[in-house]
């Protein structure tokens, strides 16, 4: 009945994540804000709602191994796993994709991230330290995607490209689905963390071996759909970059909003090794982000196994 309950919880919890985002989509295209910076901010905070309500669930409960192993979970699961499963199906040509300034934003998030675990704690002075970085990335990513739409212009094109935009959606719909959102989140997140804590209790492993598998899996699935439909479409960019979107915003923005609500304290086994998977598994990226190199099933092999072995010594 518990792995029922959670997985209830999970499917709330990307319902409700999914009519969020349509909500704030629609409902931010109805009052005027351009398309393009709706794509930069809503969709992307709105994507990681899932994550964020967990983490912040998990921290009021005192279960930080549940709140940070959900996203170093996550952000590994992302490489992998994400990855891996729709090289598998299809070649992405990522030697196609011009990513690289995104990908060293993620490499630098990841080692402030780590530095900022090293002290032994995410309280409100790392969290906002976290979202000033998220900032000033996001700052520059508008002044270059407004400088591109300016010289492309298209910002039609951004309209048709945006997650969840229907420019005829009625208002009471841009309700509906916002309240669904907002109730269905907390919700969600409510049910999976408790029906986790009970699943870790009753196989006597930790929260954070929990927040490391399960959850981090759970709600890498939204990101998992996305790549695979983007590898048998053949748009390699939109894999990519979803991976490496997800990633930042999973260390910069959820860590340091949920250590806003309540601390984090870092278990040292992060320390020792978890933290380090993650890093391992961002750096894999380089080749395909700098050398010209295809994601093709060969690879697709490697970052799979890779991740079961992961998976494998986390539970043993």
């Known amino acids: 009945m518990v792995w029922l309950m959670a997985a209830l919880g999970l499917g709330i919890l990307l319902l409700a994540g999914d009519a969020l985002v349509k909500g704030a989509v629609n409902l931010s295209l109805r009052v005027g804000i351009p398309a393009l910076i709706v794509s930069l901010t809503i969709v992307a905070f709105g994507t990681s709602a899932p994550e964020l309500l967990i983490s912040i669930k998990a921290g009021l409960d005192d279960l930080p191994g549940i709140a940070l192993g959900n996203v170093v979970g996550s952000n590994t699961a992302n490489v992998l796993l994400v990855l891996g499963i729709p090289a598998l199906l299809a070649v992405m040509h990522t030697s196609e994709c011009e990513t690289r300034k995104s990908y060293l934003q993620m490499i630098a998030g990841t080692f402030l991230f780590i530095a900022l675990a090293f002290t032994g704690e995410f309280n409100w002075i790392k969290g906002l330290v976290l979202l000033a970085a998220l ?26 490209d945006l997650e969840g935009a229907d420019p005829d959606m009625p208002w009471w719909k841009i309700g509906v689905f916002l309240a669904l959102g907002l109730v269905g989140l907390p919700l969600g997140a409510d049910i999976l963390v408790d029906s986790a804590t009970e699943i870790a209790q009753r196989f006597g492993v930790s929260d954070t071996v929990i927040g490391l598998t399960f959850v981090a899996i759970g709600t890498s699935l939204p990101e998992l759909a996305t790549t695979v439909m983007a590898a048998l479409r053949r748009q390699a960019d939109v894999a990519l970059g979803n991976v490496i979107g997800s990633n930042l915003f999973n260390l910069l923005a959820i860590i340091g909003i949920a250590s806003l609500v309540a601390p984090i304290p870092v278990d040292p086994e992060f320390l020792h090794f978890d ?3 993650m890093l391992g598994a961002s750096l894999i990226l380089a080749p395909f982000v700098f050398w010209g190199r295809d994601l093709n099933r060969t690879w697709g092999v490697i970052l799979s196994v890779l991740y079961i072995v992961y998976i494998v010594i986390v539970l043993v």
């Not at 996001?138 to 309209?159: I, M, Q, V």
């Open 135 to 160: 900032a000033l990335i996001l700052g520059d990513n508008l002044r270059d995607a407004l400088s591109h739409r300016r010289a492309a212009n298209d910002a039609e094109d951004a309209l048709e």
């Open 275 to 277: 933290l380090w998977v």
